[in-house]
């Protein structure tokens, strides 16, 4: 705050310009940043906001809360498609018609901002009218209110039209086509805007001031954890984690950083269009992978488990954006890693099961103990550093060795040892 006011408060505030970038799917830590920026501007008292653009789209409830907040903000914002080979799709062509200018660098695009379901599948018919109409009024009061072609602007909603930035120009869309930031700047010096009120007003940037807000820590994180091939491995850790921990009760750090990756990676996916029956072959994968271990199905199971796992880590997330997609140069390595894992998890779970108890009762059978006091059959037999009662159904003399045989309440079962004298009266040679 002391660094706001005394920015505010410094000379030619009036010609500060605060630098935004989003170029990251819109989701809530976009909401975030955005509302932070804006806030800056308002207490520095800079002449506008840019607002650096890249996206593929994104969550349509963050989206209008963005546009409600650029259409409301104190100061002009200016949305600018940048750098060459970026777009502003989907959600994003929504905040480039919310602008107060609206900007494209040559070589991007626009549009393609047709609703699609959560799963990125196509609507049913009557939700799909709905939900169609509605973006479709959103866009036409966005582009109407800011003096730009509601005509064209619909169509990129109904139709899924995209234009270049040469046709976004043509067709009204946008205000200017600029090179870079210094041309874009010297283009808005003197322009009088169009709020989003009615109200007209004057930039003036002789000498314009740049003030850059970088995403905080916080909004770096909600970002990352929001991208696809992120959220799929959040996802797959939380389950291994999960799952090691009910394997191996009481190892705790598993299951806490289990559950820790699995809300993490359900926040990701209440952002990200999900396919559930993706998620359903990914655990039907793993349940191959278990089965494995216990039929021997002489890898069939595995494969079984593999196509699965593979099928479901690439239908997980359905965009027809790349840039939302969970990519194969993750998915490939990550099954196999999995495979592994789960196997080796299991087997070894497995074996510790088959392996015979080194404590408590059960630990003694089959040890060799010796006898205290003699057997005929009842005596005395140490073992394991204990005197128990044994009887033997072979007279065994004191200091002979036994076997336990079996653990019968208090008592042992013993019998004599392969290869020990057994009674009185035997001696060597």
Known sequence: MPLLAALASGAGAGQRVVILTLSDSIQPASLRYLERGLATADATGAALTIIDLNTPGGLLSSLRQMTTAITAARRPVVVYVTPSGAQAASAGFFLLMAADVAAMAPGTNAGAAHPVAGEGAELSKTMAEKVTNDAAALIRSLAVQRGRSSEWAEKAVRESLSYTEREALDKKLIDVVALDRAELLKWLNGRTVKRFDGKMETISL????????????????????????IAYLLLLLGMVGIYFELSHPGAVLPGVLGGISVLLALFALSVLPVNYVGVLLIVLGIGFFVLEVKVASYGLLTAAG??????????????????????????????????????????RVLRSRREQPLTGAEGLIGETAEVAVALGPDGKVFVHGEYWDAFSRAPVPKGGKVRVVKVVGKRLEVEPAVGRVSGPGTGEG
Do not use: Q, W, Y
């Open 206 to 229: 002789p000498a314009p001031e740049i003030v850059r807000v970088d995403p905080s820590a916080g909004d770096k994180l909600l970002s990352a954890i929001a991208h696809p091939n």
């Open 306 to 347: 593999l196509v699965s796992f593979v099928l479901g880590s690439l239908m997980l997330i359905r965009s027809p954006f790349p840039a939302l997609r969970v990519g194969l140069a993750v998915v490939l390595p990550t099954a196999l890693a999995v495979a592994f894992i789960v196997m080796f998890l299991l087997s």
